[in-house]
C-alpha cells in the first residue's frame, strides 16, 4: 500500500513563527503536492513538486515556500505564520496508472496560528 | 481556467436511502476523473473513471462518466451512517504533475 506520512498531526504557532510541515511519501512517486483544506473552500493547491529540486506554484502560494531535497520528502514552510493560515493541510504523491494519475494522501496536518 | 462543480454541496437523508452525487467539469485537456471519501482525516481513493459509459462499482458504490455532457455521478444504494462523509470530485488534465482539480466536495449526512 502507498504511504503518504506527515510527521506533525496538530500543531498551535505563534503569528510571526517560522513552520515547517514535513511529508515522506515511500513508493518512489515522481510528484508530491500540498492542499490546505477549509470549509466551504474545498481543496486548494498550495505547491507541487515533480522531481528533486523541481517546485511549481500552485493556486495560493502566497506565504508559502516548499523543499525537496530528495525525492520521497517534500517540505511546505510557513516563513512567517499568520493567522489567516489556520487550517488542514494535506500533503500528496501521485502515480501513473497506465490511463491517468491517482493522488494519494497524507493523513493531514491541522496548525493553528494564535 | 479548469473548474469542477459538485452538486448538492450538502445532502441528508436516511439510513437505506439511495443518493446521486454530481460533479460536472470544465477542463482543457481532460484526462481522469476521480472520486474520493474524506472522513475526519486523509481523502481515501474510491474509483478513477476514464471512459465514457463504463460503470465502475464497488460494494454499494458505483460511478459513471459522461465525457460529451462532461459530468460524473457517484451512487451509494442502502445507505448506511458509515457513508456519512465529504465525497471529492477531482479531475485530472494535462497528464502532468499539475492536472488535479477537485471539486468543493459534497457533505453527506446518512441519519440512523
Known amino acids: 500500500d502507498v504511504k503518504v506520512t506527515q510527521s506533525s498531526r496538530y500543531l498551535v504557532k505563534r503569528t510571526g513563527e517560522k513552520v515547517f510541515l514535513e511529508c515522506v511519501q515511500d513508493m518512489d512517486h515522481e510528484n508530491m503536492f500540498w492542499y490546505r483544506q477549509d470549509p466551504g473552500l474545498g481543496l486548494r493547491l498550495i505547491y507541487f513538486?515533480?522531481?528533486?529540486?523541481?517546485?511549481e506554484k500552485g493556486d495560493i502560494p502566497e506565504g508559502y515556500s516548499v523543499s525537496r531535497e530528495k525525492k520521497e520528502r517534500f517540505s511546505l514552510i510557513l516563513e512567517s505564520a499568520s493567522t489567516n493560515q489556520t487550517s488542514m493541510y494535506l500533503c500528496?504523491?501521485?502515480?501513473?496508472?497506465?490511463?491517468?494519475?491517482?493522488?494519494?494522501f497524507g493523513e493531514g496536518s491541522w496548525l493553528t496560528v494564535v | 481556467e479548469d473548474k469542477v462543480v459538485q452538486s448538492p454541496l450538502s445532502l441528508v437523508v436516511h439510513e437505506g436511502d439511495t443518493v446521486t452525487l454530481n460533479c460536472s467539469y470544465e477542463?482543457?485537456?481532460?484526462?481522469?476523473l476521480l472520486w474520493y471519501k474524506q472522513e475526519k482525516k486523509a481523502p481515501t481513493f474510491l474509483f478513477m473513471l476514464?471512459?465514457?459509459?463504463i460503470e465502475k462499482k464497488s460494494g454499494r458504490l458505483s460511478s459513471i462518466l459522461d465525457k460529451k455532457e462532461l459530468f460524473s455521478i457517484l451512487n451509494i444504494t442502502a445507505t448506511q451512517t458509515g457513508d456519512s462523509a465529504v465525497y471529492l470530485c477531482a479531475v485530472g488534465s494535462g497528464g502532468g504533475a499539475d492536472g488535479l482539480t477537485f471539486g468543493k466536495g459534497t457533505h453527506l449526512i446518512i441519519q440512523p
Open positions: 513538486s515533480y522531481d528533486v529540486k523541481m517546485k
Open positions: 477542463v482543457t485537456n481532460f484526462r481522469s
Open positions: 476514464t471512459s465514457s459509459g
Open positions: 500528496a504523491s501521485s502515480s501513473w496508472t497506465g490511463r491517468g494519475y491517482t493522488i494519494y
